[in-house]
Every structure is written in structure tokens, then in C-alpha cells.
């Protein structure tokens, strides 16, 4: 992979050709041969990473003429997820597996086993099914202080839904703040103002709901700029977004003054709490400097916040919530003339995984408020260990102030060559861009004894090496050193979409 060569070729592009940033490279003509040949490299490199069971399992370009029996089904998938399982079940994965005993796998998959045929759509069948999500959301709102926020405002009613993850709670949210500006303000190309480091869930449903984004900067602190913000604020604007914490430096945006500014100019304010709304709330009783984030705000209009992260669930739920049933209602859909019947359904899908749902109940009911508060509290020391640590070692400095997200960059080396030296040491970490930087999202697998501590004494190590060692191809290092660094972002946009047939490769 000669990525010097690849960077080179885009950076002497003619500058008609560099125009404007999001310009697609394929459209160049006598370009894209070139740095097609350079791209396929590249591929060939991240195809073996992504196939690397070929020997261990067979595959199934076709259906098997003969099915084959349970046992070598077992046996085959038994393999590849033991390799698998290792790597996370001991802590070498920034966030991906957020609590991960074996007792609590078991629980879940004894909850699952018992509700696989569960399709919440069918409320008759499965009126369970809907007792389940109403509590899912009524002890989720109840853990964001919902009691409190109806308190300070009798007008609230808080309500939600639950979803299929994170970004359809996003979706859902800014579906519902552009059909409702469209119904009472007549607002036909709505806008909603968000920081940079906001989740491209919100950039996903722009790009579905026909929305326009308008990304305003971070301070020094990697906090939304709340100036930037207001000022990028139009006729059109219908919600401002800010997360708590941000996925990529882990730093919770200044919410009460953001949703200040959105309830005094009557539009939306969505709280993306996907990663942190199950750690924050408990952060603020534990003493940690974690601001209001929740329905407290009067500005707070709807809130993500993930059951299957730090809610510790199976993968596959999330809970989107709003602060009047006025605003859910907006998020429904309903088909009244179907021959097929009268039809509604109150998220994205139609039919349902009732299995997720019931594990997802159980969960909540199983860890119960002192279950998360112990958590959290274990999360957030290791998260101040990690920092520290990371803190003090020469060369590498922790970027904003974050709690238990820990983002941190160097002066001195190539991070993502220190990405790819953790790599090598099994570490799966995440690397950032616009600053190059990596971070770990501390789980309650980096709670158990030694991991942290082998964390830091492997990051250490990494960073020697890097500084004493030459460059090597592969890994990750030459990919985002080159994406980070490129101007030309249809050229990246391009690499990812090769990179997404990738994976549908058999
Ligand atoms: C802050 C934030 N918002 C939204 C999401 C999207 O969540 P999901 O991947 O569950 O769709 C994430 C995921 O990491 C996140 O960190």
C-alpha cells in the first residue's frame, strides 16, 4: 500500500478538480484509474482483516444443496466466537461490550431464549411485549429525574419509545422536530444546528428527512460553542443538538445554556445522551462535575439514551423520550386504508426483535438503581485512573476534560502509529480525526483487576516504540493518516463505500 503515492496523486490534483471539498473523485476523468490502482491496495489489506476465517468456517456463497446438521453449526459459529470473545471479554476493546460478566450473559440469553418468538406488533399475542417497553421508558425517564422535571413543571408529561439503537432514537427525535415545524410553522427546508462532534446519526437523518445541518465549532475545551451556535441559528432552525457526553473526546456539550438558547427562540432541544445517559445522572449523585442534562432543563425538549451501552442490555435497544406526548405523536405512523388492515407502528420497524425488549426489561429490573450506581461508580474511578495515567506519560496529552471517555492526542509521534502499536497488542481502540487522536471508552470490563493498569503499561510501551522505531506499512496508521489529512472528503466518502461492499463480500 504506497499511501504516500495515493496522497501525493490527490493533493497535485488540478484545482478544478480540488473545487469544492465534497467533490467526487470518480467523477474525474483519467484520475480515477490511478487512484483506483492505490485504492485496490488498500482493499486487499482490509479485505484479509475483515475475512479471516476462511480456514475455520465454511462458506455459504449459496444456500447448501443439503442443510447441514445443528451440531456442525454449533461447532463451526462455536469456534469463531471463542476466538472472538477473547479479545473483549478481557478488556481490550474501548467501549463495544459494556458490562459482559458471564453471569449477566446468561441471564440475558435465558430472557432471550424465552421470548424469541415475541413480536411486539402483535399486542394481542404478546401484551407483555408492551408492558415491557412502557417500563423500559417509564424507568429510564424515571433515572433522567423525570418525577423532579414534572415537579418544577406540572406542563411536562415525559414519554418515549424504545428503539433499535442510538441512531434510530436520533432519527426518530429529528423526524418528529421536522414534521412538527412543518405542521404548526409551515417550515418546509428545516435546519437544525448541532456541534462538530455531535453523531452522524443526527447527519443520517438529515440526509432521510430531507433536514439541512449546520455544524458550528468546538471551543479549546471541546465543548459546543454556545455563541457559534446562536448565531448559526435561522428562521429555519428547529432543534439544537448537544450530547452528553460526545462520542468522540467524551466531553459533555454546556446543555443548560444550550437549551436555554433553543427554549427562547420556541424551537427544539434534543440531549444526545446515547453514550452517557446512564452514567451521568448517577455521575451527579456520586459527586462528579457532571452538569443537569435531563427534563430538568425547561429548554430539554427529547433525549436518546442507550439501553444497550451503559444501560448494560443486549445489543439492540435504545430509548428515545420527549417531554410531552405532543412531540411522540409526531414520531408515530399510522395507515389508515390498507387492505391488509388498520396499521400503526410507533418506530422505524414494523416487526420487532420482543426478545431484545424482554432482555432489555429484565436487565433494568435485575441491576435496579443501586446496580447502575455501583457501576457508574466503578466506571468512573477507573475512567480517573486511566486519565491520570495516560496523563503521565511522556508524550501524550488527554484532550478536554472528560470523565470516563478518555481522548488524548501527542505532539511528539504519530498517534495513529500508536494506535496501530496497541493493535498489535491486542488493544481495539478508537481513532479520532480533526485532531488526529485516539480514545477508550472505559466499560465495566476495564473495572476488572489489572486491566487498566495493563492499559497504561501497553500505552507506554507503544509510545516507545513508535519514537524509536521506523514506520511500518499496514494497520491502520497509513489509512487515517491519509483520510485525516486529505482535503479531497469525496475521495474518503469513496473509500468507505468501497469499504461497505467489503463487508457484504462472501
Ligand atoms: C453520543 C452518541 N450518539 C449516538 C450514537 C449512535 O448509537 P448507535 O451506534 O447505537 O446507533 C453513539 C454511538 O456510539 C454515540 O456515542
Known amino acids: 500500500m504506497d499511501i504516500d503515492k495515493l496522497l501525493d496523486l490527490a493533493t497535485h490534483l488540478p484545482k478544478r478538480v480540488a473545487g469544492p471539498l465534497e467533490a467526487g473523485l470518480r467523477k474525474v476523468p483519467g484520475v480515477k484509474g490511478r487512484l483506483e490502482t492505490e485504492y485496490n491496495k488498500m482493499l486487499v489489506d482490509m479485505e484479509s482483516d475483515l475475512h479471516p476465517y476462511d480456514d475455520l468456517i465454511a462458506s455459504f456463497p449459496n444456500l447448501p444443496d443439503e442443510g447441514l446438521s445443528a451440531d456442525k453449526i454449533l461447532d463451526m459459529m462455536g469456534q469463531v466466537q471463542e476466538k472472538e470473545t477473547a479479545r473483549w471479554s478481557q478488556g481490550y476493546a474501548s467501549g463495544a461490550v459494556y458490562h459482559g460478566d458471564p453471569e449477566h450473559i446468561a441471564f440475558m440469553n435465558q430472557v432471550y431464549a424465552m421470548h424469541s418468538q415475541m413480536n411486539p406488533l402483535h399486542a394481542d399475542l404478546w401484551p407483555s411485549a408492551a408492558k415491557y417497553e412502557a417500563e423500559i421508558v417509564a424507568m429510564t425517564a424515571g433515572m433522567l429525574n423525570a418525577d423532579e422535571a414534572q415537579r418544577l413543571r406540572p406542563d411536562a408529561e415525559i414519554c418515549g419509545a424504545v428503539t433499535s439503537g442510538g441512531t434510530e432514537s436520533i432519527l426518530m427525535a429529528m423526524k418528529v422536530y421536522r414534521d412538527r415545524a412543518r405542521k404548526e410553522k409551515g417550515i418546509k427546508q428545516a435546519n437544525i444546528v448541532l456541534p462538530v462532534s455531535a453523531h452522524p446519526a443526527f447527519d443520517k437523518a438529515a440526509q432521510y428527512y ?64 446515547c453514550l452517557g445517559g446512564f452514567i451521568v445522572p448517577w455521575a451527579e449523585k456520586l459527586g462528579y462535575p457532571a452538569p443537569i442534562i435531563d427534563f430538568r432543563l425547561p429548554g430539554v425538549t427529547s433525549i436518546s439514551v442507550d439501553t444497550h451501552k451503559y444501560g448494560y442490555a443486549a445489543k439492540g435497544t435504545s430509548v428515545v423520550l420527549y417531554r410531552h406526548p405532543d412531540l411522540r405523536r409526531y414520531q408515530y405512523f ?173
Open 334 to 506: 399510522t395507515a389508515t386504508d390498507w387492505s391488509g388492515g388498520l396499521y400503526a407502528s410507533p418506530t422505524m420497524s414494523g416487526s420487532k426483535a420482543g426478545g431484545l425488549i424482554a432482555v432489555c426489561w429484565a436487565v433494568l429490573a435485575k441491576l435496579g438503581q443501586t446496580g447502575y450506581l455501583d457501576a457508574a461508580k466503578r466506571i468512573l474511578e477507573t475512567g480517573d485512573q486511566i486519565r491520570e495515567g495516560v496523563e503521565s506519560i511522556p508524550g501524550l496529552r488527554v484532550l478536554g476534560d472528560p470523565l470516563w471517555v478518555i481522548a488524548f492526542t501527542s505532539d511528539q509521534v504519530d498517534i495513529y502509529q500508536a494506535l496501530d502499536a496497541m493493535a498489535h497488542r491486542g488493544w481495539s481502540l478508537n481513532g479520532l480525526q480533526f485532531p488526529s487522536a485516539l480514545h477508550i471508552a472505559v466499560t465495566l470490563r476495564h473495572t476488572q483487576t489489572g486491566v487498566a493498569e495493563r492499559f497504561l503499561s501497553d500505552l507506554e510501551d507503544a509510545v516507545k516504540e513508535v519514537q524509536t522505531q521506523p514506520k511500518t506499512n499496514g494497520g491502520m496508521a497509513p489509512i487515517y493518516g491519509m483520510t485525516a489529512s486529505i482535503p479531497f472528503r469525496g475521495m474518503v466518502d469513496d473509500l468507505l463505500r468501497r469499504y461497505l461492499d467489503l463487508l457484504y463480500k462472501v
Open 210 to 273: 430531507g433536514i439541512q445541518t449546520i455544524r458550528a465549532p468546538v471551543d479549546e475545551r471541546f465543548q459546543a460553542d454556545v455563541r457559534a451556535m446562536k448565531k448559526a441559528i435561522n428562521k429555519n432552525t428547529i432543534a439544537l443538538i448537544g450530547s452528553a457526553p460526545g462520542f468522540p473526546h467524551g466531553v459533555i456539550d454546556p446543555i443548560p445554556e444550550m437549551s436555554e438558547l433553543a427554549r427562547k427562540r420556541g424551537i427544539g432541544f434534543h440531549t444526545d445522551a
